[in-house]
């Protein structure tokens, strides 16, 4: 018997009529998505006044993993800038550092924000721990050369959107326990937190196509978790196994009605507020994954994106109505 589901955004109903959907990935369909063009960033830097550095710091096994910078032209380094430290998207199987790359430009425009985006390896090639180190040890170049970029070490926020969301948690939560560097907040934009891929709303968007489905969730799980036993998985890799969530900056967490995640995104929200901290949650009545990244023209994309960016500016600019 088919799950009933909630009902789509209709303008995003519609305008999801004219994408072409999968229910499963392969290893030859992974290949195939892989072999397309990425992400242009070109477009989106044309009508900005931006400088752009690209710099490679080393991971913990030696291997260089590329970061790039944007900041404001002509800003003044001694001013000292928040940071977007930004996590792609792609289901820990593909996707580049300039994919949703348009979500944290926005915040460099608003808040004159240098935004830091890494090219963390990609599983079935890497494994375990490997992209949420390859994330930490970005971010940890990032807050040692602060001075160095302008920006502010006390305003650094982790962002990341779906599989970048969970490795922007995973990050936030090794930065807790190892004691630095530290996070002014965590962004998590839909995202992957659970391995375990068994909440009603995972089985709920199985069994059909989909732009993130329950059988393409496992796909990417087992790619980057490789042949761990559930006992042997990493809370930095899987968030929602983390036992204790307190201690952790404040977060933002969205997520649509309509998609695999909203239970484990709605349940870290929850565990948060259980432990003491602070947590803002929206579910998005109607949004699908990753809805206001590939449709930012609907009018539920424009009100997501612009509610976390009134969000940040409560945390940045306190003092200035939003």
Wanted: hydrophobic letters at 45%; aromatic letters at 8%; glycine letters at 8%.
């Amino acid at each position: 018997m088919t799950t009933a589901r909630p009902a789509l955004d209709p303008e995003l109903r519609e305008l999801l009529a004219d994408m072409p959907l999968m229910s499963q990935l392969s290893p030859d369909v992974l290949a195939q998505l892989r072999r397309l063009p990425s992400t242009p960033v070109e477009p989106l830097l044309a009508h900005r006044q931006i400088d752009r550095r690209e710099v490679t710091v080393p991971a913990k096994d030696g291997v260089p993993i590329p970061l790039s910078v944007f900041s404001p032209a002509n800003s003044d380094p001694t001013t000292g800038a928040p940071c977007v430290y930004w996590m792609h998207g792609g289901g820990m199987v593909m996707g580049d550092h300039f994919s949703q790359i348009d979500i944290p430009l926005e915040w460099l425009d608003e808040f004159g924000a240098v935004v830091v985006s890494v090219d963390y390896r990609l599983a079935p090639e890497a494994t375990g721990t490997a992209l949420v180190d390859d994330c930490y040890q970005g971010l940890l170049w990032v807050a040692e050369h602060a001075a160095e970029l302008g920006i502010d070490p006390a305003r650094i926020i982790v962002a990341g959107a779906s599989a970048g969301g969970g490795l922007a948690a995973g990050v936030t939560l090794l930065a807790r326990d190892l004691g630095a560097p530290a996070i002014a907040a965590q962004m998590l934009i839909c995202p992957m937190l659970d391995h375990r891929n068994v909440s009603t709303s995972s089985r709920q968007y199985a069994d059909g196509p989909g732009v993130w489905t329950r059988e393409m969730n496992e796909f990417g799980w087992r790619a980057v978790l490789g042949d761990l036993t559930d006992d042997e998985v990493p809370a930095y890799v899987s968030p929602a196994l983390a036992g204790d969530l307190s201690g952790l900056p404040t977060t933002y967490i969205d997520t649509g009605s309509a998609e695999v995640f909203r239970d484990e995104d709605t349940d870290y929200a929850t565990r948060i507020w259980a432990a003491g901290g602070q947590a803002e949650l929206h579910v998005w009545a109607g949004g699908f994954h990753g809805f206001d990244a590939l449709y930012p023209q609907a009018r539920i994309s424009a009100t997501a994106r612009r509610t976390r960016t009134e969000w940040l500016a409560r945390l940045l600019l306190p003092d200035s109505a939003t």
